[in-house]
C-alpha cells in the first residue's frame, strides 16, 4: 500500500506561481504512475496530470503550458508546479497513484484572486 501526503497549497493572486508537493511512502515498487486532481465546490474531482514511471507526463488541456509534473526520485516526491494562475484553477489538489483507488488523502487548497 502506498501513502500519499499533499502539501504547498496557498492563496495567491491571478497570474502567480505556487509549487504543490506529494511525498509518497509504502510499497514504492507498486507505482507506476502518479497523477494529481483537483475539485472545486459543486463540481467532480477533474484529473490534472499524469506522470508515469518513465517521467512521461500529460496534461488536461486546461493546465496545459501553464502546469508541469516534476519529480525527486531521491526524496519520494512529486511535485505540481503552477504558473499563471487563473481564479478557475482554485480547488482542492490530491495526487493518487494512478488509476486512481479509493484511498484519497486531505488535498491541499489552492486560492487564486482575481
Known amino acids: 500500500q502506498v501513502q500519499l501526503v499533499e502539501s504547498g497549497g496557498g492563496l495567491v493572486q491571478a497570474g502567480g506561481s505556487l509549487r504543490l508537493s506529494c511525498v509518497a511512502s509504502g510499497n514504492m515498487f507498486s507505482i507506476n504512475a502518479l497523477c494529481w486532481y483537483r475539485q472545486s465546490p459543486g463540481r467532480q474531482r477533474e484529473l490534472v496530470g499524469v506522470?508515469?514511471?518513465?517521467?512521461?507526463?500529460r496534461y488536461t488541456d486546461s493546465v496545459k503550458g501553464r502546469f508541469t509534473i516534476s519529480r525527486d526520485s531521491a526524496k519520494n516526491t512529486v511535485y505540481l508546479n503552477m504558473n499563471s494562475l487563473k481564479p478557475e484553477d482554485t480547488a482542492v489538489y490530491y495526487c493518487n497513484v494512478y488509476p486512481p483507488g479509493n484511498n484519497w488523502g486531505q488535498g491541499t487548497q489552492v486560492t487564486v484572486s482575481s
Open positions: 506522470i508515469n514511471r518513465s517521467g512521461i507526463t
